[in-house]
């Protein structure tokens, strides 16, 4: 083999690597998926400062901040209005809030968490509260006085500036705007449901957009409110809600490409943990949403969260996926829906993870999805694994042997996340931080992912599970509604070839 | 059981009841779906001061505007153009209205009725005659000055100002700015046939928004002019006219959530009299319109209406449903299509009443709808007319026993409704009216639905017909082309339990 | 029966009927769809003054004329670009037209026809030649100038601006405005293929509008070039070029209701006479194109045209349902694809014509079209053929017993076409001209086809074939790619009836 | 035959042949599609000087300048940045470009080929760097003033100024304008993959326009990524990337009447070489983007290439289709996707060509695509070879006999092809350039295609494999996943004939 092929296959492999240069957004914040925790999903409109401070201390008490959960975002229903005679400044409600939303971010902040807040590009909020079209300076202002850390700003009662990407974004960029000119540093989170398009145009105003509509604590059952499913629902005017989590899968599946560090396709809150799924649709639920670098807002009651639950939000091995540095989504590789085994899809999703081999392959990760409604054997070659690799069918990768890693099997037991929930008090055990990534903040005992992949640590690299062979393939039997997660990564014999 | 997981139920629910805050619109009327008559199903352009007068004569004398029918509207070609000497006002028709509007809006407000029109929001209206397009401060003082309290407003001739939803609601504010400028209160009607996404933007501008094309009297038949249809048909540009009532059924099926207190989906006016259905296909679409909480305006002559037909307009029971003061549209929960017994679809239709119980458990409207050619039997689990709370699945509601009643068993007699008729002055035996609600306006024996409800007025509960156990199911035989309708209440002993 | 089911009855017809109060467009042209004839389909670009005259010659020669093919238009290719000199205005190419087009316009005037121009909303012409986008009102004054009576405009090279209602309807409202302020009544065709659906915004502004990609003289052969098909076929942004004539009346079943005295949909230049169909195929073609309301301009060489074409497209019969002076277009009544007798659709459709009887009844046309590759036998109900008239179902119509003409019966022979073409000059023995209707022009023995259906010429109303009984329906055999079409009318006896 | 029938049907050829009158976009370039290679497919941000350079050398070496591989086109990830103190002005990356972009171009000119250069039509290139939105014109000037011919201008990160021709065209026009305004001709390449109908106004801003998403090496396999397929495909408001080489072929299939001399349907730059496909795929996929007059722009590493794939780009015959002077697209005649014979589809395209035979009938190319899974048998007749022209069904030409020339039956032996690149210096056997049409630059012995065609040069007319007879039909065997690519010429008894 001569040495220019060698040459230009590294230097493809680098630029690749190069891709992304500049932030998309300007804020520096949000370089991997945001990770927290918001009311809605399993309180609506029932907030309160002590809804969030018990559920502040908790997150502290089970080690989910040490993992990453750093956010906690209020969402609609907090406010009791503008006061005229104050430049028309958003009120906090005074029952819900007696000692105002200051105080409420200070909490957090002691707590080494970050407080989010919740308002709407429209008239009124979803839940009819006043909404910020038309404020956007006044409020993005009163936030940053407040010390708010995060905005989720949503697409209610917007008058009608809709329907066209210039008039949307226009609308968005306003807050942006306006949040930027704040000089805090707040991450931006739209929640237009992927109405016009904000894949074209989220990242250089956000860091973050929801791409459907809201979720809903179900496998897959089909919903006139949500109503687009199947291959043309890439293109959904009217996203609707009670979104099934794999209608939301399907929905994103189109637009992988458009996640990046700093701004990131939303597939919307965490359903784990709320009580309408079995375990093992919320092991592939949480591992779908990893996977496809979706910020990882928990959804449920953190102070009546089961054992079973927190054993899922806290696997550590499958947020390092998330987490990656590389910050890239992965990809549909394949999805069938044909009539063998009954009804429902099986998929296979792929993606680059950052290399924790040294050498200069990248780390693979793979899911394969069962929608089917009985547990079934699946496969996937390493050639589907590697199909998004230049040449089409003939990838380097697919003829090297690969290290398979479960990032499953080390889900905590039960006994344990019971224990941690009885102690109101988590071990910390796992000493990795999503969001020292960014920041550095915490000079404790605490890594980043990034460090933590860095120096091989089997926490976030899953369990041994095996090898498969050059042109082979992975079987795994996967649960009925269920998913099986795996880490490739390249034997040590290959981390250094040159070709094959 | 823990007293935290009991306390975040209460507020749950509490939450989900309060959710709405504001006026959607801001005119404070229209807090239930209007209730009324509008000549245009039966009359088209043939109008006259005559037909208004003997009309609402027979409303009062039926009893219908006592059950609440209080506006009587005046739709199209009642004008003779604009008054070039006297700043372009609108001029009525001589010949048809020869003592001029206030005249007409005086009669009605004798009758303690209101008082509707109709214009356009174009160049012409769809009869050719002068449409309000660069007009409306002119024309809604023009209507505020006649003493109008409805204006209905329609789409035809709007001179290419569509295809984007700021375009559509910017024509569509203009008026209801100038009507709110008028200073009087007028029910805002939008007759924009579902184009560029009303339920989007209408509820800050109107109290409702046609969203499909115009009604037909029929039941299932497939006209071009009407082309949407199915899983689709959320998204159409073409909305045109003939469509059947399960079509519209289809369309508003997408789009249930939008529908609140002071803003509704609006079906289109009622076919039911017309002549065009059965008994049952006109009980049905009278059901779905009520459960959907659609404006009611009654579409036929009602000076020859049959006693069958008016025994459907007259069930308060029904009526009930529709002016429920929560205000919630019901939702489709399925629809099967299968070819077992014939071809035609039959769905599932439930949704929230505010509770008549007492207790803390909202009363449940449940709608089985047969579209096949035979009459068939259904069966409506508890899990799946609960299947809109969570958690999906497994709601507590499905774990409760539940009084089901008939709200179709008390319909009228025909012998009773002839009676009516012949006396042309009915006994206004049903003390109930919905127009009570916004404003207490009656000091006689009516009492608003709101307050028939409360005291549990067996009138307006229905029949009961049995009971429905924990885990249960109900099961009923449906009529080819027809509907049952049922409401569920908590069973005593399970009003105030805390959990299940 | 009562008297006032009686009265609302009369009332309610006398009420259809008088819907249409304005013109749509104001310059009070084409109150009938224009007839004429335009080179583009046999000739494209290969234009002269040569070919027009001699065109004409023929078209007087041939009687065309006086059956009411009025307009001469000349299509694309004709200029030689702007005078610089002379404030831009167009000049027309010196060889192709030696004498300039106000000497051809006087040459059309002389022998009593109209003549027509093409110019283009776009920066070029289709051609290529120069477009009329910013130059409208020198265009205007120019096609003024020369004795221009008719404007098709075109759609090509419109540098964007389209893809929305309010952005096309202004770029051509731009030059209605011009074509208006000449003071000259001139004819304006919109010829922008569908696109942004002028059916909702074109009858402000012009006379027709293209509702479809342009047709190619074929019966139903799919292009990919064309590519909207079926019941989706209403939305289609790409409306393309070699449109079958299948294609393009499936298209315009979805808006015929947007046809009306002064506006009408424009289904694109008839093919009779090109070649590319049976004989069957273009006596169908016509058919649909009449009922449809289509403005018939002739595509043909009229200086070759076959002596059979010339007896389709000089059958009064027919031309008498496209000139009826209701101006109504027929609908589609049903439409099935069923696989029996062979792939291919079969089609019905029906509209209302004036009484032709004296009678309180319209007369009604049926469509029968036969899409499969066989004969068959076909059935129209009376129930189906008046389904569009309330109550649906029980039409008071299908009550009655109806005379059935055969509009086809009549067709002239072959041997007296190719006796007249051999002539070459007409008998002009058919005194029925369309273009007297809205201007009296001829003093001669013509008579416009409203007087002439008023006054029950039997050349006009078809051959009595029979009778279809209250109840009954109408059976014929239709050719394999060909249609039946009927007028019925009420018969004597019931034509003053009051009810059924 | 009548001598005014022939007359008639002369003219009908001749203006057909003169319809397009004046340049599309005013540059004089692209008279037909460009040819060049550009760096992204294999090499993606990892380029150089040295890259281009040593590309530049071997494109002269191996001769395929002189066959009209003009352009050498350096894509995206060139650039450092603005310069702030010299008018925001771009700056080459310092590492990348040592000597800075003036000397890159001046090496390209020296070696008589052209420099491209790319930018993108927002923030952000898709790489990241600096965009051009805003700064167009001091970016047109920069480029002008560095002897760039050519840009290709993205779509990445457009701050949603999309969504509508209007907007998207407008933005893009204003880089068009900018580069006419500096003087320099400068091909102007748009990419913005199809969004908001480039084809409608792109032929007025540009020379080309893509109108698709990104290709990707393979011949037919769905990726969500790139979601729309099949008959719906013409309307894909998602364009994405990963497209299939048949579903980029699917999609122009709607719009190959857009394309014109000075402005091109862009299917993306070739695969062939990058060893994804097959050879037969490769064959078939240079041929498809042939016909459909794409530009040529290699994506391949020369300095890698295999012979076999040399042996592709270099045929003569199959480019002489694409730069044929008239520059008309082929369409799709026919697609089938019945299941005979396994899954995929057959397709028959064909196109009219410049006669090359001195007689009045243009020279026709067929194109036989296969997409089964194995070899088969493919047929087609002269009536649908000929389905484009008038009449339909009955085309003169399917009356003619035609001599049948096999386009592919001279591809260079893969030992030629090794030895040229063994020697890295081509012999420069076609002396025919692609480039000598708009310029006349060559004054070697380097002729343009068309006067190539004009001589019958054998190297461009493919060799006779036979001839089909009136009426006739073509078959041939098509292997797996390719195409046969045949040119009809008019025998030479026919060349003159008037009529059949």
Redesign the interface.
């Known amino acids: 083999m001569?040495m220019?092929?060698q040459a230009?296959r590294l230097?493809?492999v680098?630029?690749?690597a190069?891709?992304?240069?500049?932030n998309?957004v300007d804020n520096g914040l949000a370089r991997t998926p945001q990770m927290g925790w918001n009311n809605w999903n399993?309180?609506?409109?029932?907030v309160s400062e002590e809804l969030l401070v018990q559920t502040a201390d908790l997150i502290v008490g089970y080690g989910l901040r040490d993992l990453g959960y750093e956010y906690v975002v209020l969402d609609d229903?907090w406010s009791a209005g503008r006061n005229a005679s104050n430049n028309n400044t958003l009120i906090p409600d005074p029952i819900k809030f007696p000692r105002g939303m200051s105080a409420v971010a200070e909490d957090m902040h002691v707590l080494d968490l970050k407080f989010g807040m919740y308002s709407d590009a429209g008239?009124?909020t979803c839940?009819?509260?006043e909404g910020s079209l038309g404020h956007e300076t006044t409020d993005a202002n009163t936030f940053a006085s407040w010390g708010v850390d995060y905005l989720k700003y949503d697409n209610c009662?917007?008058?009608?500036?809709?329907?066209?990407?210039?008039?949307?974004?226009?609308r968005y960029?306003t807050m942006g705007d306006a949040l930027n000119a704040t000089g805090r540093p707040i991450l931006y989170s739209l929640c237009n449901w992927g109405e016009?398009?904000p894949w074209?145009?989220g990242?250089?105003i956000a860091n973050s957009w929801r791409m459907s509509g809201d979720i809903?604590?179900?496998w897959d059952?089909y919903d006139?409110?949500c109503?687009c499913?199947g291959?043309?629902a890439?293109?959904c005017?009217?996203p609707?809600?009670?979104c099934s989590i794999t209608n939301i899968m399907n929905k994103v599946?189109?637009?992988?490409?458009k996640a990046q560090p700093g701004a990131w396709n939303d597939l919307d809150m965490l359903e784990v943990g709320?009580?309408?799924?079995t375990d093992d649709e919320y092991v592939a639920h949480f591992s779908m949403w990893s996977v496809a670098k979706s910020p990882l807002l928990i959804g449920a009651?953190i102070?009546?969260i089961l054992p079973q639950d927190l054993a899922i939000l806290n696997n550590a091995a499958v947020i390092a996926v998330n987490q990656d540095p590389m910050g890239q989504s992965a990809?549909?590789r394949w999805?069938y829906e044909t009539e063998e085994n009954g009804p429902g899809a099986i998929q296979l999703w792929t993606g680059n993870l950052r290399s924790t081999t040294g050498g200069r392959w990248n780390d693979m990760v793979v899911l394969l999805i069962n929608g089917k409604d009985r547990a079934i054997e699946m496969n996937a070659t390493l050639i589907d694994i590697f199909?998004?690799v230049?040449?089409?069918?003939?990838p380097a990768q697919a003829s090297m042997a690969w290290e398979v890693r479960d990032l499953w099997a080390d889900r905590m037991s039960t006994e344990k996340a019971a224990a941690i929930i009885a102690a109101a008090k988590g071990n910390s055990t796992v000493p990795f931080n999503a969001t020292a990534i960014a920041e550095g903040r915490f000079n404790t005992t605490q890594t980043s992912y990034a460090d933590g992949l860095k120096s091989n640590s089997s926490i976030l690299l899953g369990k041994v599970i095996g090898t498969v062979e050059p042109q082979g393939n992975i079987k795994a039997t996967v649960p009925k509604h269920g998913a099986v997660m795996y880490r490739l990564r390249a034997l040590p014999s290959d981390r250094n070839i040159d070709e094959l």
Request: glycine fraction near 10%.
């Open positions: 001569s220019s092929f230009a230097a493809f680098a630029a690749i190069s891709l992304v240069r500049v998309a399993a309180f609506a409109c029932d229903c008239r009124y839940g009819m509260y009662y917007n008058e009608g500036y809709a329907g066209n990407q210039a008039i949307s974004s226009e960029r016009d398009y074209n145009w990242s250089t809903f604590d179900m059952k006139a409110r109503p499913e291959k043309d890439w293109n005017e009217l609707g809600f009670h599946s189109f637009i992988v490409s709320n009580g309408g799924m009651d102070r009546k990809g549909r999805m199909s998004d230049r040449p089409k069918g003939k």
